[in-house]
């Protein structure tokens, strides 16, 4: 279990959709001594300083910012960057209130301190927290900047501060005609206090938040300069490969082989590490082929935990969660459920599950460590927390948290991969190797690897019963989902209570059905279990949309105004499933005969993930059995945003992904074994399913929501809901391609 | 062995049978060609040999070593590499951009073969695997660079 826990578990159970509430903290001013703006002063004074006193977390200028002599930015991001465009944001936030372009800013990911902990009190980048979490106090950071500039040019011009004005890059004197970059100040403007207040840009007069400005990454990654952990190199770095024992717990025993693996081309070193044997050479791929070489015996170590069982299936475990009986305990409930499920004219019951989900993120995990002489240990590694790995890694290395030097690069897709999950994560391996070989080492793990310890999405069923009236609405509905939550593994769970990751999606549903009651049984899930994108909202959106649209057909209404009637009393909601429904050209179910002959249907759905609120709407067909997308429309209510252009991409992104899990992925095991190790065995959405995506932002001003998950789970949903109509019969498990669906096209 | 990669001939001690993507990697320090799967199913190690995209991860260098090998650390000294680069940021194609470079090169090997590429062709050569989602902005970036 991690640290951590009040901060992170909090967050992560945000099951309502609110969003987070934080303490707000004021700037604490000119206490803290001097800032650095300038070029010579890097994070390692600001790290010094950081030390002084209680820092407010967003505050300092010295440990974000770094106006260079050309004045453009370097800026320490506390968030990591791995496709949601996370830097662009911070650039369009921060140079807003600084009055620098955001093309002008080089933004990287920060080490870890204090002045990072923006997520809640804690840090990491996830749970589409970063924006959100941090918009006021980089707001503001912007604006104290800029203050000091303007400040340090008064000095120099001898001029009142009230004279000058910025632009872009400057600071001018229009009285004069002066104009002084950035830069020629910075050093200066260092020197001088931070603000104790500051007064923000007007909203009406943003020049970049709001606009959908150019991606600062993309560039370089269309050109393959970009770099991920996988692609760092240090002066006398050896590379490794490893090969972990096929059930988590096995320890190696024999190694039957081992002097021939030695000898074989550009081997260093053959060595045994915690539940794998791992191969050390001079190139990635001779370390690979000699660790593969390797003839392994196992046996079973005592005391692991999560140690996988020998007789572990996912048939069986999906088997063992559908039977599981009883209500559970309480998580959300309203009115009496129970009473009016009984006096109900009509009950509509069923069950549904969803398998276990790899990542699949495309850059396989690595991690670089190297031993440096003073003692300390510094590491590159693929991460969505560094102050946790930094932790981890100090208890696990022997030494202090300070000697660890955390580097987080660009990473190659997370979609929930990159939180500290131990024996998910390859740095362990890599400290352990460094110090062994007494060289830098850059362990990878084969794609095969990494499907063998990556963390799974938990596989979870639930138990629905819904109470009709005489006239076929809704006035019950009773959840009761079976499984283990992600935020509870990880963080820390309650017996007594309810783990939010295992019912959000469920819970804190908007319809205005009068009697609710939603509860868990908690199932211990043998599989080492972790954040997927949109977490529990990835399948239990699902789960409840779909039972939604079986509520409707049960009461012969249509689920498109049936949603509609049920939020009535929302208009927040009403507003946006009446936006998906005109973006669509209208609600319509079918079947209806699109203009190429096919015979189509359309699904909607709703969920409220993360502190915005999705509707969706999915078209349709089947080719000989085959489940065809062809357009999906999506309308997003983040509240207020930053970058719509970022926002249509998240949303693109989490259309495929959302495909992706809805029609094809299922991790499987037989005997305590995945039985697929690489794409081949585990299909991912390929280009030619893509369906035409369609985007509608509604700012509805209310508090700023999240962005790089919301968009995933209305998705399988609203596609699950469309092929019901086709098919005639309810599908009530993921992912659809499980079903023979021949014979009903169109 | 000798290999000529963009342009440049290289001279490498290695066993024949190691995949060119480790070559460019490990032994040239061309870290743009990347590693996903190892099994020529995601593409991300996709580069030119004699102007065809080659699966680097499968491909010996061996079997390359009388070729002309392009990777995406050339792709802007090609006209059609450069063109299709701004059409990649003009569309803003990158997420988390680790397939990207896979991509570009699928793209330039069809581009360089059907200048004037159908959908269906399109769909047809860009078939590497992008966990992102970026394949509505692929195939616009390669219609807007066959245009330009």
């Known amino acids: 279990m991690n640290d951590m826990s009040p901060i992170a578990s909090e967050i992560m159970t945000s099951v309502n959709g609110k969003p987070f509430k934080l303490s707000r903290r004021g700037f604490l001013g000119a206490s803290l001594g001097a800032l650095v703006l300038g070029v010579t002063l890097p994070a390692a004074r600001a790290r010094a300083q950081a030390g002084a006193a209680t820092i407010a977390p967003g505050s300092r200028v010295a440990a974000f910012l770094e ?107 229009s009285a004069s005609g002066r104009a002084i970059p950035y830069g020629e100040i910075a050093d200066a403007a260092a020197e001088l206090p931070l603000p104790t207040d500051v007064v923000l840009r007007d909203r009406a007069d943003f020049r970049w938040i709001g606009k959908p400005v150019a991606r600062l990454d993309v560039r370089d990654k269309s050109t393959g300069k970009a770099q991920y952990t996988i692609d760092l190199k240090v002066d006398g770095m050896l590379h490794a490969a490893v090969q972990h024992s096929p059930r988590l717990g096995g320890e190696p025993d024999v190694l039957q082989n081992e002097a021939d693996v030695r000898g074989m081309p550009g081997v260093h070193s053959i060595h045994r590490l915690p539940g794998a044997v791992a191969a050390v050479a001079n190139s990635w791929w001779r370390a690979r082929m000699a660790v593969e070489a390797l003839q392994v015996t196992w046996t079973e170590a005592a005391g692991t935990a999560h140690a996988m069982p020998a007789d572990f299936s996912t048939e069986a475990h999906r088997a063992k969660l559908k039977a599981t009986t009883g209500d559970g305990v309480a998580f959300e409930a309203e009115g009496d459920a129970q009473s ?110 990494e499907f063998l310890r990556d963390t799974l999405r938990p596989m979870a069923a639930v138990r629905f019963r819904a109470g009709l009236d005489a006239s076929g609405m809704p ?42 009651r939603v509860g868990q049984v908690h199932v211990d899930d043998p599989a080492i279990i972790g954040f997927w994108r949109s977490v529990g909202h990835s399948m239990n959106d699902f789960f409840y949309e779909t039972f939604f649209d079986e509520m409707a057909d049960a009461g012969r209404q249509d689920p498109y105004e049936l949603r509609h009637r049920l939020l009535a009393d929302s208009p927040r909601h009403r507003t946006l499933l009446e936006a998906v429904a005109k973006l669509s050209g209208g609600w319509q179910r079918g079947p209806f005969t699109a203009e190429d002959g096919t015979r189509r249907a359309r699904g909607v759905a709703m969920a409220s993930p993360f502190g915005s609120e999705v509707a969706t709407v999915a078209e349709v067909s089947l080719q000989q059995g085959e489940i065809i997308v062809h357009d999906v429309w999506v309308a997003i209510d983040p509240g207020s945003i930053v970058n719509p252009a970022i926002i249509d991409a998240q949303v693109n992104s989490a259309v495929a992904l959302g495909l992706s899990s809805a029609l094809l992925e299922e991790v499987v095991y037989v005997d305590g074994m995945p039985q697929a190790r690489n794409y081949d065995g585990y299909p991912i959405l390929a280009p030619d399913r893509m369906p035409r ?19 995933v789970p209305g998705v399988p949903p609203a596609i699950a809901n469309a092929v019901s109509v086709l098919v005639g019969k309810r599908l009530r498990s993921l992912p659809l391609s499980k079903f023979d669906l021949r014979g009903v096209d169109g | 062995m000798e290999l000529t990669i963009n342009g440049t001939k290289h001279e490498v001690d290695i066993e024949p049978d190691t995949p060119l993507l480790w070559v460019l990697r490990d032994e040239l320090g061309m870290t743009g060609t990347k590693y996903g799967c190892g099994l020529a199913q995601c593409g991300a190690c996709t580069v030119l040999v004699d102007g065809q995209a080659t699966r680097s991860c499968v491909t010996s260098v061996e079997s390359v070593a009388r070729s002309e090998i392009m990777t995406i650390e050339a792709i802007t000294e090609d006209t059609v590499g450069q063109k299709l680069v701004e ?23 069809l581009l360089k073969q059907s200048p004037q590429p159908t959908d269906e062709d399109i769909a047809a050569a860009m078939v590497n695997l992008c966990r992102c989602g970026t394949y509505n902005a692929i195939a616009a970036a390669v219609r807007q660079a066959a245009e330009a």
Request: proline share 8%.
């Open chain 1, 67 to 173: 106006i260079r002599p050309d004045s453009t930015v370097l800026f320490r991001s506390a968030f990591i960057e791995g496709g949601q465009g996370i830097f662009t944001a911070m650039a369009q936030i921060v140079g807003e209130e600084l009055d620098v372009n955001p093309a002008n800013f080089v933004v990287e990911g920060a080490p870890p301190g204090p002045d990072y902990l923006l997520t809640g009190g804690g840090r990491f980048t996830g749970g589409s927290m970063s924006v959100r979490m941090s918009y006021d106090a980089m707001r503001k950071l912007g604006a104290s900047a800029r203050h000091m500039l303007l400040q340090a040019a008064a000095a120099r011009l001898s001029v009142p501060v009230a004279e000058l004005s910025t632009e872009p890059g400057r600071v001018l004197h």
């Open chain 1, 340 to 449: 009016a499920l009984a006096s109900a004219a009509r009950v509509v019951e069923a069950t549904y599950d969803a398998p276990y989900l790899a990542h699949g993120q495309l850059e396989p995990p690595s991690a670089l460590a190297r031993w440096n002489d003073d003692g300390s240990l510094e590491l590159w590694i693929p991460n969505q927390a560094p102050e946790m790995f930094q932790a981890e890694a100090a208890k696990l290395a022997g030494i202090a948290p300070e000697k660890v030097l955390i580097h987080s690069p660009m990473l190659g897709g997370f979609f929930g991969r990159h939180f500290l999950y131990q024996t998910a994560n390859p740095f362990p391996q890599a400290i352990h190797l460094a110090k062994a070989v007494n060289r830098p080492v850059k362990l990878i793990w084969s794609r095969e690897e």
């Open chain 1, 475 to 516: 006035v019950a509905l009773s959840a009761v989902a079976v499984g283990e939550g992600p935020t509870g593994r990880w963080f820390g769970r309650q017996p007594d209570k309810v783990d939010g990751s295992a019912v959000e999606g469920i819970a804190g549903k908007v319809y205005a059905i009068p009697n609710r």
């Open chain 1, 693 to 711: 995506v369609h985007v509608r932002i509604v700012e509805s001003g209310a508090p700023m929501g999240g962005i790089g998950e919301p968009g």
């Open chain 2, 87 to 109: 059409a990649w940021v003009s569309n803003q194609v990158p997420q988390c951009g680790y397939c990207q470079s896979g991509q570009v090169m699928a793209a330039t090997a």
